[in-house]
């Protein structure tokens, strides 16, 4: 099994850098997160991963910190939500604490958060002053993270 991986690849709001670079891939395209630099219109979102999927055999995701920045107005259940359903309709494995086997090979995937050593108050506060995930990652109920 041959395996492409790409992280970090921050896409703004265009398919234009995908369009000379995409030739078809018999394999596993794995994308380990921050594929767009913030969430962009969902109409762009969908061209992006639907061109990646029609681009690559199989294709796994793990989105990174960066695709959950740029809704203030969603949390992480609502962005996991609508990732995930996009992902499905073009047939593009999104992992999230779960796993894929392609090819009898599994795959495990989740996006790393931390536990600020349970919670422990100086963590947190370091944390928020110093990460910007602590103030732009929004918790279901919570105005930040």
């Not at 100086?122 to 105005?143: H, P, Q, W």
């Amino acid at each position: 099994m041959k395996i492409k991986l790409i992280s970090d690849i921050h896409l703004l709001d265009s398919t234009d850098f995908l369009d000379n670079k995409l030739e078809y891939f018999d394999g596993v395209l794995i994308i380990a997160g921050d594929l767009f630099n913030s969430f962009i219109d969902t109409y762009k979102i969908n061209a992006i991963l639907e061109k990646l999927s029609d681009y690559n055999k199989h294709v796994i995701y793990v989105l990174g910190n960066n695709e959950y920045y740029s809704w203030p107005d969603k949390n992480i259940v609502e962005i996991n939500g609508y990732t995930r359903r996009t992902c499905f309709k073009h047939g593009i494995n999104l992992l999230d604490r779960s796993n894929v086997i392609i090819e009898g090979i599994q795959f495990i995937g989740c996006t790393l958060w931390s536990s600020l050593d349970n919670n422990n108050p100086i963590s947190c506060m370091n944390a928020r002053n110093s990460l910007n995930d602590f103030n732009y990652i929004y918790k279901v109920g919570e105005t930040n993270i």
